[in-house]
């Protein structure tokens, strides 16, 4: 087997293992998990945090193959656009962040850690519970695989340009690109 075909193998047998995580935390955890006694501080709708990624792109050096540029990256948390009835109708929309193989690897890993932080602020830090205590469990275990894959595959791009939200570019001669990578966030 050549090296593209070893890698799909793993990435097949990587996605493999998160879903079967994902069908176990939505079929088997979160209907066993209370419902949260302070319903008036979540005011009967679940209204979770999403992280925003804002890269603003300094200094460009052009080498012969491609270009190199200094950027700035920060990670903000911010109130989601959408309420929810529940944290169980946040996770059916959501799950898709972690499960989709199209989304960067890079981004599937802090999309799990966006959802376990929901997870941990909408239900308590009640670790003693089971199912909560398996539900991040789980939410933990796809966050290592993610890691440890990215490893293996020396894969360094974490994210592209396609799954930005505002990024702000200064230098005159990235404006017009279609595609711009970040290796090494």
């Known amino acids: 087997m050549n090296k593209n075909s070893n890698r799909e ?3 097949e ?5 998160i879903n079967e995580i994902v069908r176990e935390i939505t079929e088997e955890r979160l209907p066993k998990l209370p419902e949260p006694t302070d319903m008036a501080e979540i005011q009967a709708k679940y209204w979770p945090e999403e992280y925003e990624i804002r890269l603003t ?3 460009l050096r052009k080498l012969p193959e491609h ?13 989601s656009s959408e309420l ?15 499960t989709d193989d199209n989304i960067p690897i890079g981004l599937r890993i802090l999309n799990t850690t966006e959802i376990f932080r929901n997870l941990a602020e909408y239900y308590g830090k009640d670790w003693l519970n089971p199912e909560l205590a398996h539900t991040a469990k789980g939410m933990e275990e796809i966050t290592k695989r993610l890691i440890k894959f990215i490893e ?14 505002p990024t702000t570019i200064q230098p005159e001669e990235l404006k017009s690109k279609q595609n711009i990578s970040v290796k090494s966030l």
């Open 9 to 11: 193998q793993a990435k």
């Open 13 to 17: 047998t990587l996605n493999f293992v």
């Open 57 to 59: 792109i300094k200094a």
């Open 67 to 79: 270009s190199i540029a200094d950027i700035e990256a920060v990670i903000q948390k911010n109130k």
């Open 84 to 98: 929810y009835e529940s944290f169980e109708s946040y996770w059916s929309q959501a799950k898709q962040k972690i």
């Open 152 to 165: 293996r595959q020396d894969q360094r791009e974490i994210i592209a340009s396609s799954d930005l939200k």
